[in-house]
């Protein structure tokens, strides 16, 4: 079975960010996931982190005003300076908080930006960040988004996002792979995860339509578990779902997960 964090920027909203990583440990995590720490001092989230023995999987860059809709600004080059300070900030708040990997949002093409002048911009700061990761041992992390909820969204493919990947040419650059945002613009969720396994870091999940938890839509996720225990997969996946209901009865897809898993472990031995 994979290993699951639970995201407290979707789940838990009910509590204070900070009381959400009890809430976690008592749901049986032992991960954590989130859009970002900035709010708050570093020594706060790392104080809940070793309070509730918790790993904390990812979070992003800053990724400008997300109050009034940005959804990232490393396509925008006009942007630059403030890229590299976010990119810096970013990796003080991961040294403290022990996180292996951050999430570059590429953000919506500004509409007076040809696509070329957006692609090398943002090849541009991915390298930079890259780089600046690699001198912290960090990865980075590009995810693809689907273009109906965030219209405009620059990266909305899993070959396009290879293809950065490739053109970056950065070793510590590599895929988020979000089933969601795939279902929507892709389908085809399991031959395309095993086609591109080697560049995947991280994946996360929600059902469509509805961005909801697992068994509330159309995606098959006992099969894709399955798909993801036979390859191998070791990384973390991510709840980052909107709960139907509250988040404490949202988990009977996670409980019927772990029992098909141990159902599967016995008939093994």
Known sequence: MPTFAANLSLLFTELDFLDRFAAARNAGFDAVEFLFPYAFEPRQIAARLQRYQ???ALFNLPAGDWAAGERGIACDPRRGEEFREGVQLAI?????????RLH??????????????????????????????RAHGLELLIEPINDRDILGYFLTGTRQAAAVITE??????FLQYDIYHMQRMEGELADTIRAYLPLIRHIQLADVPGRH????????????????????YEGRVGCEYVPDGATADSFAWLAEERARSHARRMDSD
Do not use: W
């Open 104 to 133: 570059c949002l590429a953000g919506r093409r500004p509409p007076q930006v040809g696509v070329e002048r957006a692609h090398a911009c943002y090849v541009a700061n991915l390298r930079h960040a890259a780089g600046e990761c």
């Open 168 to 173: 970056c040419g950065a070793d510590n650059l």
């Open 92 to 100: 003080d708040y991961a040294l403290e908080l022990g996180v292996p």
């Open 213 to 232: 938890q697992p068994g509330t839509g159309e995606i098959n996720f006992p099969y894709l578990f399955r798909v993801l225990d036979e390859l191998g």
């Open 54 to 56: 918790l790993e904390l």
